[in-house]
């Protein structure tokens, strides 16, 4: 079974760029997440969805960031004015709705280094 | 305030030693994850625990809900064992709330 893919695996951009990540989630999971975990820190939720609704976005940076997952299954997260403060590793991870906690799958995710 | 604080920080043994994590919560949970960590790696789910005790080869999870804790016992270390343990906990719709991790160092 084919696992949380993510590309970019990395990204290098000066401040003001704009960059955009993306995740395939496990077939079949309704449940998708963005995580981002700075350097030397756990990972911290940004925002999740049920299908191709958002459930929770209010950990999400607003006016900079942003996240679809249009057809409920394929998600997008985009940072538009890339700042230091933004360097980390964002990761997706995805589950059933409602289902045990053991089955929340996590991708490998991508680096992200503002200059 | 960090909801999830584990200890020590970082720790460094001898291969063959063992090892104990600890985690805390500053409020109540009944869902407790251990994770796994190598450098540029995926997490990798180690142990679902959300009470009593449980065992994967070589790692027992125990989680006391009443007070808040929980630990990871890490036996017979290899140094393939080397990487980040975090500790989380769930609330509604599987979010996690991480704790910023133990750092394992593993020398033959």
């Known amino acids: 079974e084919a696992g949380v893919t993510q590309s970019p695996r990395y990204a290098v951009l000066q401040e003001g760029q704009a960059v955009s990540f993306w995740c395939d989630p496990i077939?079949?999971?309704?449940?998708l997440y963005w995580y981002q975990q700075p350097r030397d820190q756990g990972p911290q939720l940004l925002v999740y969805?049920?299908?191709?609704?958002?459930?929770?976005n209010s950990q999400l940076p607003s006016d900079r960031f942003s996240a679809v997952r249009p057809k409920g299954t394929n998600s997008t997260l985009k940072i538009q004015s890339a700042k230091q403060g933004d360097t980390a590793t964002y990761l997706c991870?995805?589950?059933?709705?409602?289902?045990?906690?053991?089955?929340?799958?996590f991708g490998s995710g991508t680096r992200l280094t503002v200059l | 305030e960090q909801q999830v604080q584990q200890s020590p920080a970082s720790l460094v043994l001898q291969e063959a030693e063992n090892a104990e994590l600890q985690c805390s919560f500053s409020?109540?949970?009944?869902?407790v994850q251990w994770f796994y960590q190598r450098p540029g790696g995926r997490l990798v789910s180690l142990l679902y625990?959300?009470?009593g005790t449980k065992q994967s080869g070589r790692l027992t999870s125990t989680t006391v809900i009443k007070e808040r804790r929980s630990s990871l016992h890490i036996s017979s270390s290899q140094i393939t064992d080397s990487g980040t343990y975090l500790c989380?906990?769930?609330?509604?719709?599987?979010?996690?709330?991480f704790g910023i991790g133990t750092r394992v160092l593993v020398r033959p």
């Open positions: 409020i109540f949970t009944n869902q």
């Open positions: 989380a906990k769930y609330s509604a719709g599987n979010k996690l709330t």
């Open positions: 969805f049920r299908d191709e609704a958002v459930i929770d």
């Open positions: 625990n959300p009470s």
């Open positions: 991870a995805s589950s059933f709705w409602g289902s045990s906690a053991e089955t929340l799958y």
């Open positions: 077939s079949g999971h309704d449940t």
